[in-house]
């Protein structure tokens, strides 16, 4: 079973930045991966996704060019780095894995940006 632990979310002042991290508990080279956020009282909405190899991103416009996801599958890991926050990138952010019908979450670490 796939367990996924997301690290790195805390406090930050708007412009700062936050580097978030999603540890695999097994090999993670042949999962796709996203990451997901959820602001109170709002959707789950993804702010980026990465290939099982690392060669395709995606981004929605809202996070494109201050946010920057890669992945060390030697480490099992996949990083979110956030840049130029803004508070409206405040909430919960998941990491999901996804292959052929398997899906699995993290349980989520929490981002505030307010100054």
């Known amino acids: 079973q796939l367990q996924l632990v997301e690290s790195g979310g805390g406090l930050v002042q708007p412009g700062g930045s936050l580097r978030l991290s999603c540890t695999a508990s097994?090999?993670?080279?042949?999962?796709?991966i996203g990451w997901f956020r959820q602001a109170p009282g709002k959707e789950r909405e993804g702010v980026s996704c990465i290939s099982s190899r690392g060669g395709a991103t995606n981004y929605p416009v809202s996070v494109k060019g201050r946010f920057t996801i890669s992945r060390d599958n030697a480490k099992n890991t996949v990083y979110l780095q956030m840049n130029s926050l803004k508070p409206e990138d405040t909430g919960i952010y998941y990491c999901?894995?996804?292959?052929?019908?398997?899906?699995?979450w993290g349980q989520g670490t929490q981002v505030t940006v307010s100054s």
């Open positions: 999901r894995a996804t292959n052929w019908g398997y899906d699995y």
């Open positions: 097994v090999n993670l080279d042949v999962y796709a």
